[in-house]
């Protein structure tokens, strides 16, 4: 069963636009949610985690916000630019291993 | 400071055959990780290795599937026997004391 669900699995946006980037999940027990990047051919690289001791995390253009009561996170993209088109993924693991990844989202910004 | 270093990047193999992937963590990484990823899929994870050691295999196969990490060199993923459902990218992943989880840039598998 899949632990992370995570919607939509496609996104056009337009560039200076806000992409979001939707994840839930079942696991209560669940204390780390990273996301992580990937383009065509090259591994996942992270790009910003949080832990559920906080609801909002922001890191340059990318911001995390946490529902812990919801069990859902986001991943918000603002100011979308030609150059962040790629496959997103969250993920949530017990302690930092086993990660359980959702199926990923492809974002493309049309410029 | 190199990334996580998978090798080979593609691998054609024919049914049957062996399948061997290794993976060179990041330099002061003691813990690797391997996951598999199917078209159009996330990340599933299959095993999580320490020097040595064999920590949590609970997302491997339980035929043809067998993963190392010796003391020198690097992690190998050892595929017996491939079926065409092996085909895959496998990703390898290492981290310091389970922190973050740095991803090489993964293995290709194409079973004929």
């Known amino acids: 069963q899949q632990q992370v669900k995570q919607s939509p699995q496609s996104l056009i946006v337009q560039k200076g636009g806000i992409s979001i980037i939707n994840c839930a999940y079942e696991?209560?027990?669940?204390?780390?949610f990273p996301w992580y990047q990937q383009f065509p051919g090259k591994g996942p690289a992270l790009l910003i985690a949080?832990?559920?001791?906080?609801s909002e995390k922001k890191e340059g253009r990318f911001t995390i916000s946490f529902n812990k009561s919801a069990k859902q996170f986001s991943l918000h993209i603002m100011d979308s630019q030609p150059g962040d088109s790629a496959t997103y993924f969250c993920?949530?693991?017990?302690?930092?291993?086993?990660?359980?990844f959702g199926a990923g989202t492809t974002v493309t910004v049309r410029a | 400071n190199a990334g996580v270093m998978q090798n080979p990047r593609h691998l054609v193999r024919r049914r049957g055959q062996e399948a061997r992937l290794r993976c060179s963590p990041m330099?002061?990484?003691?813990?690797v990780y391997w996951y598999r990823q199917l078209p159009e899929e996330g990340l599933k994870f299959m095993v999580y290795?320490?020097?040595?050691?064999?920590?949590?295999e609970s997302g491997m196969p339980k035929e043809r599937f067998s993963a190392e990490f010796p003391k020198e060199g690097p992690s190998i993923l050892r595929i017996q026997q491939v079926v065409r459902g092996d085909s895959a990218a496998y990703f390898c992943?290492?981290?310091?004391?389970?922190?973050?989880?740095?991803f090489g840039p993964g293995t290709r598998l194409l079973v004929l």
């Open positions: 992943a290492s981290s310091r004391d389970q922190e973050t989880q740095y």
């Open positions: 696991n209560t027990a669940f204390d780390y």
């Open positions: 949080i832990r559920p001791d906080v």
């Open positions: 993920a949530a693991s017990k302690g930092d291993y086993k990660l359980s």
């Open positions: 330099k002061g990484h003691s813990h």
């Open positions: 290795l320490q020097k040595e050691n064999i920590i949590d």
